[in-house]
């Protein structure tokens, strides 16, 4: 990404906060660059994930090394094998027919388990930047190694034959009151495929680790109404007089 389009990021992540924490206060100015920023979205095409979160929060974003991270890494897929065995007991109760999107809560809880488990670390709910601790939004997980790096975890499923779908799969959302991000980090998505059992349930087929550090972004910037806003008296204009009679 180019020096242009980084700066533009880094002032849209601080406009948007700007808007957020003081809309009353904020000046016609910054909103304009907003907006204008929002309009030239072109720009904001593949932007390394690395560039986002500094730009968001001025945290790192630290990538795997291939020499140097196998111990930990062997270990961790070892734990990720036994959550997925775990998860395929037809006794436990993400096997009782709820919906695939519940699962995730599931593997968060299983993982964080097993992760705290293992001598040394140490797996929990990351804090914002207040210290409250929120399941919601990204990342899911902080594990916390022996050596006292950060790794944050982000579980995510997938069926087996969705891999090369188009349909949006990951979002970061750099609110200030809700980052979790706090931390230099390398961030991992921890992907579970799936399909459906053919004596009912979910089969948790197997995990893949993705460093996304260097994962391309796009903004998808949008002005949302809800229906007390569109609903609003004051902007009807003109309605039907009599509810429509049955044929």
């Keep these: 990404m180019g020096k242009q389009s980084l700066i533009l990021l880094t002032s849209l992540a601080l406009s948007f906060t700007s808007l957020a924490e003081n ?19 072109k720009t904001l ?89 929120q399941r919601s939004g990204y990342p899911d997980l902080r594990l916390e190694l022996e050596d006292k790096r950060v790794v944050y975890l982000d579980p995510k499923l997938h069926a087996a034959d969705s891999r090369t779908s188009s349909f949006r799969a990951f979002y970061f959302e750099p609110k200030k009151e809700t980052l979790k991000i706090t931390e230099h980090a390398i961030h991992l998505l921890v992907s579970v495929s799936h399909s459906p059992h053919p004596q009912g349930g979910i089969r948790f087929e197997s995990w893949e680790l993705i460093d996304i550090a260097d994962m391309p972004l796009r903004l998808k910037a949008e002005f949302q109404a809800s229906n007390r806003e569109i609903f609003e008296k004051s902007r009807i204009v003109a309605k039907s007089q009599t509810q429509a009679s049955e044929p």
């Design 23 to 41: 809309p009353a206060e904020t000046s016609e100015k910054t909103s304009g660059a907003v907006l204008r920023a929002m309009a030239d979205s």
């Design 45 to 133: 095409e593949g932007v390394p994930f690395r560039e986002v979160v500094f730009a968001a929060t001025g945290c790192r974003v630290l990538s795997v090394d291939p020499a140097k991270d196998q111990e930990w890494l062997k270990k961790l897929g070892q734990v990720l094998t036994r959550v997925l065995k775990t998860l395929n007991d037809p006794s436990h109760a993400v096997q009782d027919g709820g919906r695939i999107n519940e699962a995730s809560r599931f593997i968060e809880n299983e993982l964080m388990t097993e992760l705290n488990a293992i001598p040394g670390w140490r797996g929990s709910i990351p804090p914002t930047a207040t210290q409250t601790r």
